[in-house]
C-alpha cells in the first residue's frame, strides 16, 4: 500500500507481491544486503524477491534461499555503456514491481532505479545519497547520521515495518563444495589462518613486509599454516609473491577468480587477518574470527558487524583514544599506522580465547 504510515513506514497493510533490490557493488555490499533479503523473506514469505546484481556479487549470492530471481547488470565502460543498460531494459522489459529498495547511492544505480519499473521507489534521504541519487526515488528512509553501513541497510526494514533480528546472512556450501573444502584443508599439515592480501583500492592495502613478519610469528609461534587468499588482480598477485619472499617458511598461494573457493576457504580457517575489503566481511558473516587491519575507512562505519569487534586493529586513528564519528571520511596515510605488533596481539588474542 503506497503511504506514509505511522513512525514513518512507507509501507502499511499487505505485502508487496513484489520487491527488487539494487545493490550492484561486489562482495562487502552484497554481504550486507543478506540479512535485509533475509529478513524480507522471513516477515513476507510469499513475496518474490529479485535482485539487480553485478557479475562478482552474483557469483557469491546466486543460488541463495532469499532471492527468487537476479538480474545480471554487466556493466561495461565508455562506448560500452550504452549497451550494458539496453540489455538492462530489455531484461526489465514486462516486469514491475511493487517495491523498489535503492540500497546503492550513487549515479549509476540511480540510473537503473530509474528504469526499473516500480510503484514505491525507496532510498536513502539526500543528506546520505549521493550523486543526487535521491532524485531517482519517490520515497526516502527518514534522514539520520551516518553510522555502521549494516545499520543504515536495516533503517530500510524499519521503515517497512520489518525485523531484521535475528541478523542471518545463510551463506552455504553445496556438497561439491564441502568436498573441495575437505581437500584441501586435509592436504595442510596443520590448521590453516587465511591471509587477504589486498584490495582493489591500494590505499587500504597493508604492507607485504608487514604481512610477512605476522605469517612468520603465526606459522612459528601458533603452529597454523598460512593461506593466501585473494582476488587475480596484479596488485594482489604481486603482494602475494612479495609476501612469499620474503616469509621463512613460504605460505600457501590460493587467490583466484573463484569467489564460491574463497567462501569454503574462509570458513575453513581457524582465523582470518584482513584489510577492510569483502572477504574481512564474508568471514564475519560466515563466523570464522577476522583480525580486521583498519587505516584508510572508519571501523566504526565498516567493522565486522556485532562482533569481532576486539580484534581490530585501528590505524585510522590518528592517536590512542582518539574520539570520531561514524563519518565516511577517508584517512589514505591510515594503513601506515597499522603496526605488525598490535596485528600480532590481536591474533594471540583471537587464538588464546576459546572462540568459536
Request: hydrophobic content about 45%; overall charge positive; proline content about 6%.
Amino acid at each position: 500500500m503506497v503511504e506514509r504510515g505511522a513512525g514513518g513506514r512507507v509501507w502499511v497493510g499487505p505485502p508487496p507481491r513484489s520487491v527488487v533490490i539494487v545493490m550492484l557493488s561486489a562482495l562487502g555490499d552484497a554481504v550486507h544486503v543478506l540479512p535485509v533479503a533475509n529478513a524480507l523473506r522471513r516477515a513476507w514469505p510469499g513475496v518474490r524477491i529479485t535482485w539487480i546484481v553485478q557479475p562478482v556479487a552474483h557469483a557469491l549470492v546466486a543460488g541463495h534461499e532469499a532471492i527468487d530471481d537476479f538480474i545480471v547488470f554487466r556493466r561495461r565502460r565508455g562506448a560500452g555503456a550504452l549497451r550494458s543498460y539496453a540489455e538492462l531494459r530489455r531484461a526489465l522489459k514486462g516486469r514491475h514491481f511493487d517495491l523498489l529498495l535503492g540500497l546503492q547511492v550513487y549515479f549509476k544505480a540511480g540510473l537503473i532505479t530509474a528504469l526499473t519499473p516500480a510503484t514505491i521507489k525507496l532510498g536513502f534521504d539526500r543528506a546520505r545519497a549521493r550523486d543526487l541519487n535521491w532524485l531517482f526515488t519517490n520515497r526516502r528512509i527518514r534522514a539520520r547520521p551516518l553510522g555502521h553501513v549494516q545499520d543504515a541497510y536495516f533503517e530500510f526494514l524499519e521503515a517497512l515495518g520489518v525485523d531484521p533480528e535475528p541478523v542471518e546472512w545463510n551463506i552455504r556450501l553445496t556438497d561439491a563444495e564441502r568436498a573441495a573444502q575437505r581437500d584441501f584443508f586435509a592436504g595442510l599439515d596443520r590448521p590453516a589462518c587465511a591471509f587477504v592480501v589486498g584490495t582493489s583500492k591500494p590505499v587500504k592495502n597493508w604492507m607485504p613486509e608487514r604481512f610477512a613478519r605476522v605469517i612468520d610469528h603465526v606459522q612459528a609461534e601458533h603452529g597454523l599454516r598460512a593461506v593466501l587468499v585473494g582476488g587475480p588482480s596484479p596488485i594482489e598477485r604481486a603482494a602475494a609473491d612479495r609476501i612469499r619472499a620474503l616469509t621463512r617458511e613460504p605460505p600457501v598461494d590460493a587467490l583466484g577468480d573463484d569467489v564460491r573457493r574463497l567462501v569454503w576457504l574462509l570458513e575453513g580457517s581457524r582465523l582470518v587477518v584482513s584489510p577492510d575489503t569483502g572477504p574481512l566481511h564474508l568471514a564475519r558473516a560466515l563466523g570464522t574470527p577476522v583480525v580486521g587491519l583498519y587505516g584508510y575507512t572508519n571501523p566504526r562505519r565498516y567493522a565486522p558487524y556485532r562482533r569481532f569487534e576486539d580484534l581490530i586493529v585501528d590505524g585510522y586513528a590518528r592517536y590512542e583514544g582518539e574520539p570520531y564519528r561514524a563519518d565516511a571520511g577517508y584517512r589514505e596515510d591510515g594503513m601506515a599506522r597499522v603496526r605488525v605488533e598490535d596485528v600480532i596481539e590481536k591474533v594471540g588474542r583471537a587464538l588464546n580465547t576459546g572462540r568459536e
